[in-house]
């Protein structure tokens, strides 16, 4: 057999009643995986919503519902086997561990191709703040974020910025309860239009995520925002990053988070010191980064007190 030979598998993962099978669904409907030969659909739960047989039948999917106890590395070779899919949709049940089938040997050639994430926008606050750890496990890796049934009034925005600020690369999309795309405008708590962007403690986590998104936007604009300093002998000559500790998850898990700023005299800062800092936005490659990214040219630091609330939330 073909060492390159691969077989695509679409992970699509989200909480119960969460819309996943309207979405799985719909893009079968659409012919979007007609063009393989054998298909098999894995569901991992059963919610209110069931699939069309008859649907089901016309695009030549195999369908096969599994309980966690038969979600194991035997179960997934016995239905290669008997179906020798080309193409495989799973339905995954987002109160399962993901590393379940992330760490789980797959059958030969089964390569994920696209990790979708299902969020219903009505019960993602809740879901939230009372199942923090499972909706992290459920969007940390996905390679998209679909909200569905959002409406008029929702803080898309934030919703946004919670997603991102644990998983930057993930495209997002938003869809009101007929399926259309949503636009959405982020109402910023600080004048973007200011000669200089004053950023309060408070609203840290919002720039931090603003500014990385949008570089069209802040380039060349000065801010002017409080943090604490941390340096590190990997960072460019003369430099530092000043910026706040993030809670993602709950208060054990928590990352620094922050921009490379040049500083000509950074020799005059400690480490752990909180400053403020008025710097100018530019967009460069930096290696710390791996990647081009908001890099800050500091025109003033100078010794702050603390943030009342040291924490960013998102």
Known sequence: MDQNYEIPVFLINGFLDGGKTTFISETIDQGQFDEAKNKLLIICEEGEKEYDEDMLKKHEISMITLTKEEFTQEKLQELDEKYDPWLIIIEYNGMWEKTLFDDMKKPFGWMVYQNIAIVNAETFE?????????????????????????KSGMNLGSYRRSIKVLNQAAQIAFEDESGEMVATSEQLPYDIDAEIIEVDDS??????????????????????????????????????IPGRKAMTCCADDTAFIGYVCIFKDSDSITNR???????????????????????????????AEPAKDELVYF
């Open 273 to 303: 010191q909180w400053v403020s800092v008025e710097a100018t936005i530019k967009y460069e490659f930096q290696k710390s980064y791996g990647k081009k990214g908001p890099v800050l040219y500091a025109k003033q630091v100078v010794a």
């Open 126 to 150: 809740l879901t939230w703040n009372n199942m923090k750890s499972l909706a992290i496990e459920t969007i940390k890796d996905a390679e998209m974020v679909i909200f569905n049934r959002c």
């Open 203 to 240: 609203d840290y986590g919002i720039w931090y995520m603003d500014v990385s998104e949008r570089p069209e936007v802040y380039e060349n604009k000065i801010v002017k925002f409080k943090g604490q300093v941390y340096k590190s002998k990997k960072f460019p000559h003369k430099s530092f």
